[in-house]
């Protein structure tokens, strides 16, 4: 048999002082109130679409560490107020070569649920960064030598549009 004792709080002790103060920071009060169905779902999003981009490129893309996590949170966002939520949703992923809309290349397209109709579409417009060590390296080296192929690395920058393909409000 267990033994146990019951600790009776003294005649002068508070509540407070027994259990601590309550916590009074916006971050800590947030995570209480965080779905944590939802940072399971932007996960398996950001999974996904990191998969389809490496079968989309052979190389692949090199993006910054944060990239996805980010697309992943405003996709959601974004999705929110559709009808049929995140399952409804088509993700086109592009790069953008130049300085134009028109020199934008398909790289993928990520759909949430295959069973689910699509009603909106959501453009992910990456473009490259000019500015990375890593393009400077792999200029000089790709001059010396020339069958090395290039890999693209994405800028932190990135557009994301919605387009809707039905309207509900009427």
Request: charged content about 30%; hydrophobic content about 35%.
């Amino acid at each position: 048999m267990a033994h146990m004792k019951v600790l009776s709080p003294a005649p002068t002790s508070t509540l407070t002082d027994l259990l601590g103060p309550l916590p009074t920071e916006e971050d800590d009060f947030e995570t209480w109130l965080e779905d944590p169905t939802e940072r399971v779902t932007q996960a398996t999003l950001r999974q996904r679409v990191e998969e389809e981009m490496a079968l989309a490129t052979d190389d692949g893309i090199c993006l910054p560490p944060s990239l996805l996590d980010q697309v992943a949170e405003e996709v959601l966002h974004l999705s929110k107020d559709e009808p049929c939520g995140l399952r409804g949703c088509m993700l086109l992923v592009m790069w953008k070569s130049g300085d134009s809309d028109n020199q934008r290349q398909l790289i993928t397209q990520v759909k949430a649920d295959a069973c689910t109709p699509t009603t909106h579409i959501l453009v992910l417009t990456l473009q490259p960064d000019c500015s990375s060590w890593y393009n400077r390296m792999a200029r000089m080296i790709r001059s010396l030598d020339k069958r090395e192929r290039r890999q693209l690395v994405a800028s932190p920058d990135y557009e994301l549009k919605k387009r809707r393909l039905c309207n509900f409000e009427e």
